[in-house]
Every structure is written in C-alpha cells, then in structure tokens.
C-alpha cells in the first residue's frame, strides 16, 4: 500500500484493501456518537468528555491482564468502556455538589487509571504491550475485524441512547430545576448522560488514540456550533463534520503516506479553523 503508481488504479486498489475498508466503517460508528457530544456542549460538560477518554488507558490495561490469564474473558476494550462509564458516573454525581469537587473527582479518577496502566504495563510482555499502548496511539489501519465490531456495538448503544431519551436529555441541559420540578428524575438522566458520553469517549479513543481523540470529542461539536443554532441542526452537522474529517483523514493518509490518525486531526483543525474564519467574516 506504500508503493505508489497508476495514479487512479493505485488509489482505487488502495480503497478497496481490507485495512482501509475497516478503517473506513470505524470512522463510520464513530461518527454515530457526535450527537452526544452536542448534548455535553449543551451540558456545560464537553471538556469533561476527552478526559474521561484517559480512563480507557487503564480499563484496557486491566483488559489486557485478565485475559492473559483467562484467554475467553473477552476484548479488553469491553474493560476499557467500563472503566470510562464508571469513571464519568462518579465524576457527574460527585461534580454536582459543586466545580471544584468535580475537578478533583476528575483528577484523581484519571490518576488511578493511569496508575494501573503504568503498573500493569510493565509487568507485560512486548506483544501485550502493544495491544495497550494502542489505546494511547492509535491507527485506524490497523483495526481488526473485531475491532471494527466493538466499534459498531458501542456506537449503536450510544446513538440509540441518545435518540430515545433526547428531550429528556436537552431539559436537563438548558432547565435542570424545572424539569426536577416537574418529576424527572434529572439525576438519573445526567449519569445516563455521562455514561453515553464515557462509551463515546472509549469509541473514539480505540478509534483515534487517547493523545489525539480530543479532535473527534470536541471539534465536530465545536463547528456545529458555528455552523447552527437549532439543536437538531448542530446534531447533524457534528455527525457530518465527524464523518468528513475520518474519511477526508484516510485520504489525505493514503496521498501522503502520513499517519492516519494525524491526518483526521489535521482534517479536523482545518474545517474548525475555516468554519471559524467564515463565522468571523459574517460578523466583520
């Protein structure tokens, strides 16, 4: 796939190699979890999201450690979205008392996970390493087949999530009093919340890497906040803006044989930065 010629024969060979087509339906279910991120922006809460993500490092690593001594207790990734789900639940339960419990919940929280992953890490040996630090840096393709099905599993949970519990979601964004008021149980909701966005944040950083996901957590909501004002609006536009930055990032990989996983962040950087210089333009 490195060895370049035919100029559109190449490109088409290169499309249709079974590393790039994996890497293709990645960025597909990945882009299936930008709606949540929408809501956390809505939320006050993105930022809480890629830190979350860090938690993965020590699930995975805990993943990896039980499976060495029992081969059939699953993909490590199942531990990696365990460890992100617990770690945001606590986070949002603890943060409501106030901002200065929730950062300290937070930084703790992510300092356990990195304990363990630096802990287990290195007692393993070089292949288990690996499969590890995959979660800290990613490409996309090297995904395996499941891989890819983890992926699809976890992102179609999110999504259907997100869509059956959407209005509940949005009142605690924007009225969480009122809605309490009312007889929702807002936190029951908020921890739900947080949970779909502990999956997402797993999803992209099996996808991405956890050093890079930041651009898949925040970015695509980033620009959907300049591009719309309408709720719906912004959730197609992070999907869309998420979509066209994998699949523009896997092309600009195979054109200039550069990594995949940077590529989609430069993609992403460069739509954030257009749409942003747009926004101004329309001001001025």
Request: hydrophobic residues 55%; charged residues 10%.
């Amino acid at each position: 796939m490195k060895e370049r010629g035919g100029g559109s024969s190449y490109w088409v060979i290169s499309m249709l190699d079974p590393f790039v087509l994996r890497a293709i339906v990645g960025v597909i279910f990945a882009s299936f979890s930008a709606p949540i991120s929408v809501i956390m922006l809505l939320r006050g809460a993105l930022y809480i999201t890629p830190e979350v993500s860090h938690a993965a490092l020590g699930g995975a690593a805990v993943g990896v450690l039980i499976q060495a001594f029992l081969p059939g207790a699953g993909d490590p990734f199942v531990f990696a979205i365990v460890f992100c789900v617990a770690t945001s639940i606590l986070v949002s339960r603890v943060g409501r008392s106030s901002q200065q419990a929730l950062g300290m919940m937070l930084s703790v929280s992510l300092a356990v996970s990195v304990m363990l992953y630096v802990i287990i890490r290195s007692y393993m040996p070089i292949e288990r390493r690996i499969l590890v630090d995959s979660y800290l840096v990613s490409d996309l393709l090297l995904l395996s087949e499941m891989d890819v099905l983890s992926l699809a599993a976890a992102s179609t949970v999110s999504l259907i999530v997100t869509i059956m519990f959407y209005r509940e979601f949005i009142y605690i964004c924007f009225d969480m009093e009122t809605a309490e008021s009312f007889g929702l149980k807002t936190g029951l909701y908020d921890s739900l919340l947080f949970a779909v966005s502990a999956i997402t944040a797993a999803v992209v950083a099996r996808t991405m890497g956890i050093l890079l996901s930041v651009t898949l957590l925040v970015i695509p909501a980033a620009v959907s906040r300049l591009l719309a004002r309408r709720i719906g609006m912004m959730l197609l536009a992070s999907f869309t803006v998420e979509a066209i930055s994998g699949l523009g990032g896997i092309t600009v990989s195979l054109l200039y044989d550069i990594p995949t996983s940077g590529a989609i962040a430069l993609v992403s950087i460069m739509l954030f930065s257009a749409c942003y210089l747009f926004k101004l333009v329309l001001k001025s």
